[in-house]
């Protein structure tokens, strides 16, 4: 199972940006999805995670501003960034906490931590 993420880019503070992340592979089900961020010499940080059911959970500097979501027939995960802030430019990371997938003939379910590669968001003041 592979996360590709794409969407990020410069925008002016206030502005908006939408990211989003597909999974790929032989995939059944993608468990809990979301997004972290880690900017410049800061320690990476959960942004915003959703069940495969649909609940969700912000942290706390961006609730109100952003919006998780996710098509579990597509496999994808969106975050949707409104009122852009300086303070937002990171490098943002789709993650994923586990996934049901074919491999081979078998059934594989694991709870196995899975990242993007990563894609930048700059906020300019």
């Known amino acids: 199972v592979q996360l590709q993420a794409s969407g990020g880019g410069l925008v002016q503070a206030g502005g908006s940006l939408r990211l989003s992340c597909a999974a790929s592979g032989r995939i059944i089900s993608v468990d809990n999805m979301g997004w972290y961020r880690q900017a410049p010499g800061k320690q990476r940080e959960m942004v915003a995670l959703?069940?495969?059911?649909?609940?969700?959970n912000y942290a706390d500097s961006v609730k109100g501003r952003f919006t998780v979501s996710r098509d579990n027939a597509k496999k994808m995960v969106y975050l949707r960034m409104d009122m852009l802030k300086p303070e937002d430019t990171a490098l943002y990371y789709c993650?994923?906490?586990?996934?049901?997938?074919?491999?081979?003939?078998?059934?594989?379910?694991?709870?196995?931590?899975?990242w993007g590669q990563g894609t930048l968001v700059t906020v300019s003041s």
């Open positions: 959703i069940t495969s059911g649909g609940s969700t």
């Open positions: 993650y994923a906490d586990g996934a049901t997938y074919y491999s081979g003939d078998n059934i594989v379910a694991d709870k196995i931590d899975k």
